[in-house]
């Protein structure tokens, strides 16, 4: 039998062990909380780091979009001083109406002759007809204009209230100043279309280079309409010292606190990027309040504290057998953190591939800006020097006079060529053509696609052979457009062909459609370019096979028209061999 000896020794051993116990499990406790505690920190310099990136990829595509959109206007605008300076008054309300109704986002458009007086415009309940500039002391921007070319304002006060940016582009028949045309872009259109994103509890502003607030979502700057009117002598130098870095064209991201009339203070993130428009500087920035990340990462470390604190109980009563579960529960918390993070870097680059095909865009925009520049130039060149040729030349000496007309021929052909291309694509992108009108005899359009082009393939020696079906269907479409489509796919084979070449056009009938076969047996498109034939602005490496320039446009105006038939088109190719191109039109 054990005798009170033996149950004192069992006593003190049982003592130790708890003692030993409880020890351990307050050294694993504590180690879960530093262990909690770190990640915590962790977790939140790497959500701040990537909600920091994403408001700057936010920032990035309305810059983008901004740009985008101010670039169209203003190529529009310009479009018309170039093709139309012999305008009437009449039909220059005419081009105003039709771009005002097909193009989003112009508040009014009008003509200003060359005595400062508003001659006409669109919309007529807006445009003051007969305001004279010069009466007004307002004629600053014309003169400006006439100076240095297209001159694009700031915002400034509109007739009818709210902001709006003049866009003042001068109209020359030579050099003979014709007038000005004016066109106004509404700053609520582009706030609405690029700058209110719904749902979002933040602030987005953006400045002039001035520091003229265009634009606020919610109350960024309290009291004035200058960011810097509101900052300076204020207790907000952090975001004073952001402001001067926007406003010297910088991008970037800060921190800083935000006052609110109260006085109450909330710390904020806030990314910026500049935006270029027409030698004016803007700068667009999106700023979220921190607790949006704090309050998560609150919430998570709150659940771990409580869990630690009932678990640390558990531990202290149940032993080191519960602390295995605290492990295994604080690593599902940090794979969910995780996870998380890991979702929220696969948007990051979602928006980072975004961005980076907008910009593409802008760049294949801005080359082909460029490219059509210089089309339009060399072509009027050489019309110039021919025509210079002519008036100089002796009257008895007219052996040169057949080469320089013809030279003045080809010429006007590869600018009417240019022209119609630019003003095709407009008209698409403007829904201005309707594809499904009239009954189209498909015989009528393809003989008239080839006696188009006939001239152009004897003189590089190609022959052009069509096969259709002795009798064929007529579909429902646009005629012009369907032979826009032929012609376009002849002169791009031709360009493509050698001497002595041949162009094969097929039709094939069948129950739901018309499938044509445009072939010839050229030099062929390789296999990278094949795929990207048809965006817009894409340009061939070896496309100067003919000796001329392309705008990248002709292939895209032919899958439009195309799909606008209810049709499909695609291309086969073979270097060295030739290339096919099939497409089909509804019936």
């Avoid at 700031?154 to 030579?174: A, C, K, Q, R």
């Avoid at 109450?264 to 949006?292: C, D, F």
């Avoid at 739901?512 to 061939?540: A, R, S, W």
């Amino acid at each position: 039998m054990a005798g009170p000896e033996d149950f004192d020794i069992l006593s003190k051993h049982k003592k130790r062990n708890m003692f030993f116990i409880a020890v351990i499990s307050i050294i694993l406790l504590l180690f879960i909380v530093f262990l909690g505690i770190n990640t915590y920190y962790k977790v939140d310099k790497i959500v701040e780091e990537q909600y920091n990136k994403q408001q700057l990829l936010i920032a990035k595509q309305i810059s983008s979009g901004v740009e985008e959109f101010l670039d169209e206007k203003v190529n529009l605008v310009e479009s018309i001083a170039v093709h139309e300076s012999n305008a009437t008054p009449d039909e220059y309300q005419k081009l105003f109406k039709d771009i005002y109704e097909g193009s989003e986002g112009f508040y009014a458009l009008e003509f200003i002759n060359t005595t400062g007086i508003v001659v006409t415009g669109y919309p007529h309940e807006i445009v003051p007809v007969g305001y004279n500039l010069y009466e007004n002391d307002q004629i600053w921007p014309i003169e400006h204009a006439k100076e240095t070319g297209t001159y694009c304002t700031n915002p400034m006060e509109l007739f009818e209230g709210g902001l709006g940016s003049f866009i003042w582009v001068p109209v020359y028949e030579g050099t003979e100043y014709k007038g000005t045309i004016l066109g106004i872009i509404r700053m609520s259109t582009l706030t609405e279309k690029y700058l209110e994103i719904s749902d979002f509890d933040g602030c987005i502003y953006m400045l002039d280079r001035q520091g003229q607030i265009i634009f606020e979502s919610s109350d960024c700057f309290v009291g004035s309409e200058n960011s810097l009117d509101a900052l300076n002598g204020s207790n907000q130098e952090q975001l004073l010292q952001i402001i001067h870095q926007q406003l010297n064209g910088s991008e970037g991201t800060g921190n800083y606190v935000r006052y609110n009339e109260d006085g109450k203070a909330e710390e904020m993130m806030v990314a910026y990027t500049p935006i270029h428009w027409n030698r004016r500087l803007w700068t667009v920035a999106v700023a979220s309040p921190v607790s949006r990340i704090t309050t998560i990462l609150h919430y998570t470390m709150l659940q771990h504290l409580i869990l630690v604190s009932i678990s640390g109980g558990i531990t202290l009563l149940g032993g080191i057998s519960i602390i295995f579960l605290l492990f295994r529960w604080n690593k599902s918390l940090e794979c969910e953190v995780e996870r998380k993070t890991n979702e929220l870097k696969k948007t990051n680059e979602s928006l980072e591939i975004a961005n980076m095909k907008l910009k593409e865009l802008d760049t294949m925009k801005s080359d082909f800006i460029s490219m059509a520049s210089h089309e339009l130039k060399t072509p009027l060149t050489a019309i110039k020097i021919s025509a210079e040729s002519l008036m100089t030349e002796d009257e008895h000496e007219q052996t040169g006079s057949f080469e320089l007309l013809e030279k003045i021929i080809r010429n006007v052909d590869r600018q009417t060529r240019l022209v119609n291309e630019l003003m095709d694509i407009t008209k698409i992108e403007l829904g201005m053509i309707d594809f499904g009108k009239e009954r189209v005899d498909m015989y009528e359009v393809i003989e008239t696609a080839v006696e188009t082009v006939e001239k152009i393939a004897y003189d590089h020696g190609i022959a052009i052979k069509v096969s259709t079906p002795a009798s064929l269907s007529e579909i429902t479409g646009n005629k012009d457009a369907l032979m826009t489509v032929f012609v376009n796919l002849i002169n791009n084979a031709i360009k493509f062909t050698s001497w002595g070449g041949r162009i094969e056009i097929d039709i094939v009938e069948h129950d739901e459609n018309l499938e044509v076969t445009v072939k010839d047996n050229g030099i062929g498109i390789p296999q990278d370019d094949l795929e990207h034939i048809f965006e817009k602005f894409y340009k061939l490496g070896g496309e100067v096979f003919q000796g001329e320039r392309s705008t990248g446009l002709g292939l895209a105006i032919v899958k439009t028209i195309v799909e606008g038939h209810q049709g499909v088109i695609r291309a086969e190719s073979k270097e060295g061999v030739g290339t096919c191109f099939i497409f089909t039109l509804g019936k």
